[in-house]
């Protein structure tokens, strides 16, 4: 991923988006707090992208953009917002009402059966921009192990009326191809038209891609 981007930056390589999913682990931002690891089971790694501490593994789509600023708009709070858009819009297509928060990381669902005031983040958006290409991107849960994010405090948000869920969690039954045929088809709505190799999952690519760590914008 660095070396990419520091091609499109270079001008040697065009926009690339993976589709990926991980092993098991942890990646810690620049922000995180090591009081936040509650059981480290899994690896943690510094990934060097803004926000703290995250899970990601399987059942997980994880979305890294390598997106030249400098062509589409040097404005990384409008990169921001529309990658919440992407996730949201994408959602809707599901079915499920998710929205952004101004005081809170992530991208939430209301959960009233929960209680008052309940939510869960059901996708959570972390990035770096260097030189105006931007680096890593968003996670979003379509049905990955819920029970492995209580080894941390996800993104420092620790107060009990805030949890995590996925689309299975929500009574969704969809695959992970259709997930991504979905995040396609709103990629290029907000984005622009993309091509094939352009936005491609590494599902089939060789393991050293596919597992390969994440390697700056707070988290959301």
């Given at each position: 991923m660095e070396t990419r981007a520091a091609q499109i930056a270079a001008g040697k390589a065009a926009e690339l988006v993976w589709l990926v999913e991980h092993p098991p682990l942890y990646t810690a931002g620049t922000s995180a707090n090591a009081a936040d690891v509650i059981d480290a089971r899994f690896?943690?790694?510094?990934?060097?992208?803004?926000?703290?501490?995250?899970y990601h593994g399987p059942g997980q789509r994880v979305v890294y953009l390598m997106l030249d600023l400098k062509r589409r708009g040097p404005d990384v709070r409008r990169f921001v917002a529309t990658l919440e858009d992407w996730i949201i819009?994408?959602?809707?297509?599901?079915?499920?009402?998710?929205?952004?928060?101004?005081?809170?990381?992530?991208?939430?669902?209301?959960?009233?059966?929960?209680?008052?005031?309940?939510?869960?983040?059901?996708?959570?958006?972390?990035?770096?921009?260097?030189?105006?290409?931007?680096?890593?991107?968003?996670?979003?849960?379509?049905?990955?192990?819920?029970?492995?994010f209580s080894g941390i405090v996800p993104c420092g948000v620790s107060e009990k009326r805030y949890g995590v869920t996925s689309l299975t969690d929500l009574g969704i039954p969809i695959s992970m191809a259709e997930v991504d045929m979905i995040l396609r088809r709103e990629f290029d709505?907000?984005?622009?038209?993309?091509?094939?190799?352009?936005?491609?999952?590494?599902?089939?690519?060789?393991?050293?891609?596919?597992?390969?760590?994440s390697a700056s914008v707070p988290s959301r």
């Open positions: 690896p943690i790694y510094e990934s060097g992208r803004g926000g703290q501490l995250t819009h994408t959602l809707a297509v599901c079915n499920v009402r998710a929205e952004r928060r101004e005081d809170r990381i992530g991208v939430w669902v209301r959960r009233p059966e929960k209680g008052e005031g309940c939510e869960d983040k059901i996708a959570a958006i972390g990035i770096r921009v260097k030189q105006w290409v931007t680096l890593h991107g968003m996670a979003l849960n379509v049905d990955p192990d819920l029970s492995h709505r907000l984005f622009g038209p993309s091509s094939n190799y352009m936005l491609g999952s590494t599902e089939n690519a060789p393991r050293s891609v596919r597992s390969r760590r």
